[in-house]
């Protein structure tokens, strides 16, 4: 039998196989860390704190922004540096200046770091966190998941059903069932 044959009756063989659903790895909204969308952004980066220095892991795990108690995006490190530093320019002119943005990098400047941050220090965390990209039901399969989070850079999204949110999946919730089915369990 060719190989790809093969390769496509096993895969077949083995879709026939039970696998859990999006429902059965979900967390409660307690397994998170969480925020008011009404919350400073200076609040923000003192909880951030907060969780980096009681981790010992690198990474900083970000926030689920809470807009009326209901997850509306999320605030991670990442979105709090992409503040600070200038956007690129939209345009190759302005006012008859010629700007080359073949760099693909904003202008940097010494104290702009500061200035932008102190800047973004009045702001809410509405106003800076990213919403979620799209949401999730209960009995989603596992593979609409896992592209959603890998395609989203997200790592967190709301499980919902008849409009209420009823958990959170985590990529690693879905980590630990990759690792589980490799193991065979």
Partial sequence: ???????????????FQR?????????????????????????????MKRVALQSRAGAIPPLVVLEARIPAGLLKIHHLLA?????????????????PLSSGEPPSYSGLFSTRVQ?????KVREVMRPFPALLKPQDPLSRAA?????????????VEDGRMVGLIRDKELFLELSRIIAGE
């Avoid at 800047?119 to 702001?123: E, S």
């Fill in 83 to 99: 503040g600070a530093h200038l956007p690129l320019p939209q345009r190759e002119s302005y006012a008859g200046w010629s700007i």
């Fill in 147 to 159: 592209f959603l989070l890998a395609h989203s850079g997200f790592e967190i999204l709301p499980v």
């Fill in 19 to 47: 696998e859990k659903t999006v429902g059965e790895l979900m967390v409660s909204l307690e397994a998170c860390r969480t925020i008011s969308a009404d919350c400073s952004f200076k609040e923000a980066v003192n909880l």
């Fill in 1 to 15: 039998m060719p190989a790809l044959v093969q390769s496509a009756s096993n895969i077949l063989a083995r879709s």
């Fill in 119 to 123: 800047d973004m220090a009045g702001k």
